[in-house]
């Protein structure tokens, strides 16, 4: 199982240091990966460049951290129908560590996500995209369990439905983030307190506010999201 596999490559990382600082390292270094991989902008590239080699150094090598990441993708791709990095994180006891964090389990997420995907198609076919939010995210099983529901529906859903998370816990927001991001979703995190510094503005076009940072996922850079873009804006003028 990729579950045991991950376990047993992820305790040989933490012999001389707690699990939490392994997690948050390795969390910090995939995400920080996958965003430069498409997100050049200087504030972002830079910082998370400086993020990733720091993170690398506390580690010692890139070797262990790269197996992790490949069982990651695997366990996503061979059963895109679980919360795989939140259930590692609560077996870990992880969730303790900020104030007794426990996940909704991935079958509880399902069943209200399909209370609350109806009528999908038709309000693609109204605008041309929809938007399904999640203000407390964290490492994205309600999304996930979305992303599965659209698989059932009649327009492909990573042409036409944005994802968009935010979490105060920059950590397992950025779970949500890799987790969102291999299974080929459009859309992006932000990390911030989503009561008092939410989101805002046009879904298209998010901003970065005061004590915020938003994370794109790659197929948010896609040609159809990028040309929906530049069709807004002309709409606008």
Same mark, same amino acid.
């Given at each position: 199982m990729?579950?045991?596999?991950?376990?047993r490559?992820?305790?040989q990382l933490?012999t001389i240091r707690?699990p939490w @600082?392994v997690? @948050?390292?390795?969390?910090?270094? !995939?995400a920080?990966?996958?965003s430069?991989?498409?997100?050049r902008?200087?504030?972002h590239f830079?910082r /998370?460049?400086?993020?990733y080699?720091?993170c690398?150094?506390r580690?010692?090598?890139?070797?262990l951290p790269?197996q992790?990441y490949?069982?990651?993708v695997?366990?996503?791709e061979?059963e895109?129908?679980?919360?795989f990095?939140?259930k590692?994180y609560?077996?870990l006891?992880?969730?303790?560590?900020?104030k007794?964090?426990?996940f909704?389990?991935?079958?509880v997420c399902g069943i209200?996500?399909?209370i609350?995907?109806?009528?999908?198609? /038709?309000k693609i076919?109204?605008?041309?995209?929809?938007s399904?939010?999640d203000?407390?995210c964290?490492a994205g099983a309600?999304?996930i @369990?979305?992303?599965?529901?659209?698989?059932t529906?009649?327009?492909?859903f990573?042409?036409h439905?944005? =994802?968009i998370?935010?979490?105060?816990? /920059?950590?397992?927001?950025?779970m949500?983030?890799i987790q969102?991001?291999?299974?080929?979703c459009a859309?992006y !995190?932000?990390?911030?307190n989503?009561l008092?510094?939410?989101?805002?503005?046009?879904?298209? =076009?998010?901003q970065?506010?005061?004590?915020?940072?938003?994370w794109?996922m790659p197929?948010f850079?896609?040609k159809i999201?990028t040309?929906? /873009?530049?069709?807004?804006?002309s709409d606008?003028?």
């Amino acid at each position: 199982m990729k579950e045991n596999e991950f376990m047993r490559i992820f305790r040989q990382l933490c012999t001389i240091r707690s699990p939490w @600082a392994v997690w @948050a390292d390795l969390i910090s270094m !995939i995400a920080c990966v996958i965003s430069n991989s498409i997100d050049r902008t200087p504030e972002h590239f830079e910082r /998370r460049e400086k993020e990733y080699l720091e993170c690398l150094e506390r580690m010692g090598s890139h070797e262990l951290p790269a197996q992790l990441y490949g069982i990651i993708v695997m366990a996503l791709e061979n059963e895109p129908e679980q919360d795989f990095l939140g259930k590692m994180y609560m077996d870990l006891g992880l969730g303790n560590h900020w104030k007794g964090q426990f996940f909704t389990p991935y079958s509880v997420c399902g069943i209200l996500s399909e209370i609350s995907c109806g009528e999908i198609d /038709r309000k693609i076919e109204e605008k041309g995209y929809i938007s399904i939010s999640d203000p407390a995210c964290g490492a994205g099983a309600t999304l996930i @369990a979305a992303v599965n529901n659209m698989k059932t529906v009649k327009h492909n859903f990573q042409n036409h439905v944005l =994802f968009i998370g935010q979490d105060i816990d /920059r950590i397992v927001g950025l779970m949500c983030y890799i987790q969102l991001s291999l299974l080929g979703c459009a859309g992006y !995190i932000c990390i911030g307190n989503s009561l008092t510094n939410p989101l805002t503005g046009n879904v298209l =076009f998010p901003q970065e506010g005061k004590e915020q940072e938003l994370w794109f996922m790659p197929m948010f850079q896609s040609k159809i999201w990028t040309m929906r /873009r530049i069709f807004h804006m002309s709409d606008r003028q």
